[in-house]
């Protein structure tokens, strides 16, 4: 009875928060669960971590929003620390992953525009997610998000993940391009990553055709990867990078970083926020950035997820039903040989936060901040849930 006044957009669980302390959650009747999610890959510090709730509570009590309209002191130094983290040249600062697509979105369609291109067209990947507003809903590869809300926006051509052969034959007959959008690593999608020579290859195809290559680091940002980002696995870099999620730790901000001659493209009047780039949003981001540095947490992950995946692999890998075990750093999938969304609600009663997507892929995304025992428990609670829900179900 309680969520009668909000509309039903959600399949909730049967449960609500109280409280959190580092990777732990404790319910409102008193129960503790172990958070392998990180409310989706957001709270990649933890919960109620000291630095955020520092930032937090001393800039409230200070200054919270004045708008874009004047300069935003705390806006420019979290400006000055993210790009140079990230190694890109300028940011806009939203307020979601959503909103940073969009603001891609509109620069890949600035920069057709500038080569002459009346109708320009943006490369986008099956299975990929990239919001739900319409133009990011209508990026998406997901057929399943987009029904009921068509029409769609124009602008878009679907290629398959990691096929570089087909990306090559789509961008090589086509003059009305102008960027090709990609997660390095597809969360909603499974847990897929682009592979090295498609990455590369991608880089390769947008500089000899003059498209913008644009990343959707949205959830493989901030450390989760074991990189600030993600493409610094590799030797060059995006022209458009967006970033939300753990950005924020928590508190809803996003931003869409860009270098070259895509960040001199948005001009005064070409895009806005109210709410993006507060003071209290980016004392935040400073506090998270600094975080993220100091406890080295990027390196952290990796280990981390190397933790995380030997013990999986060891106790899981000789299963018929397992398909594969994949990820990087703290970004973790566990394929299935079946639909295994029953497990999120097994785990939760065991006091377990996971995710399933794509169907039958288990999502682990948990905290930068683990310990080792925490990460050891994890596995420890979460092998035995598998190995005995697969005894009571059938073989696909």
């Not at 503790?32 to 000291?50: E, K, T």
């Not at 993600?230 to 809803?252: E, H, I, R, S």
């Not at 970083?257 to 400073?286: D, I, K, N």
């Amino acid at each position: 009875m309680a969520d009668t006044a909000l509309m039903h957009t959600y399949g909730r669980l049967p449960v609500a928060f109280a409280s959190g302390q580092g990777a732990w959650l404790k319910d409102t009747e008193g129960k503790d669960y172990l958070d392998a999610l990180s409310g989706i890959a957001v709270c990649g510090l933890g919960h109620a971590h000291p630095a955020v709730t520092e930032a937090l509570c001393r800039q409230a009590g200070t200054l919270m929003h004045t708008s874009n309209l004047y300069r935003v002191s705390a806006q420019e130094a979290a400006a000055q620390k993210l790009t140079q983290l990230a190694g890109m040249d300028k940011v806009f600062f939203c307020n979601s992953g959503a909103e940073a697509n969009e603001g891609a979105i509109k620069l890949a369609r600035l920069h057709g525009h500038k080569k002459q291109i009346d109708t320009p067209q943006i490369l986008v990947m099956d299975n990929a997610f990239h919001g739900r507003t319409l133009a990011t809903l209508s990026a998406t590869g997901n057929r399943k998000v987009q029904a009921g809300f068509e029409p769609l926006v124009i602008g878009f051509i679907r290629c398959p993940y990691n096929d570089l052969d087909a990306a090559r034959s789509i961008i090589e007959s086509r003059s009305d391009l102008a960027a090709v959008l990609i997660e390095p690593i597809q969360g909603e999608g499974g847990l897929q990553a682009a592979s090295d020579e498609v990455m590369n290859g991608l880089r390769q195809l947008c500089d000899e055709h003059d498209l913008l290559l644009m990343l959707d680091e949205v959830q493989t940002g901030n450390g989760r990867t074991g990189h600030y980002y993600a493409y610094q696995g590799f030797n060059w870099k995006p022209d458009v990078l967006t970033t939300a999620k753990g950005l924020g730790n928590g508190f809803p901000i996003g931003a869409v970083l860009a270098q070259g001659q895509a960040a001199e493209l948005f001009q005064p009047g070409h895009h806005g926020s109210t709410y993006g780039g507060t003071p209290l949003g980016c004392a935040v981001v400073l506090a998270v950035l600094k975080t993220l540095e100091e406890e080295n947490l990027c390196q952290r992950a990796s280990q981390l997820g190397e933790r995380i995946q030997d013990r999986l692999q060891q106790q899981l890998g000789d299963l018929d039903a397992l398909v594969e075990i994949r990820g990087r750093g703290l970004m973790i999938g566990i394929e299935l040989d079946r639909p295994c969304a029953e497990l999120v609600k097994l785990a939760l009663d065991s006091g377990l936060l996971i995710n399933v997507t794509a169907g039958s892929v288990i999502r682990l995304l948990p905290p930068l901040i683990f310990t080792d025992q925490e990460a050891d428990q994890l596995v420890d609670r979460l092998v035995p849930l598998v190995k005995d829900w697969l005894a009571t179900t059938s073989t696909p």
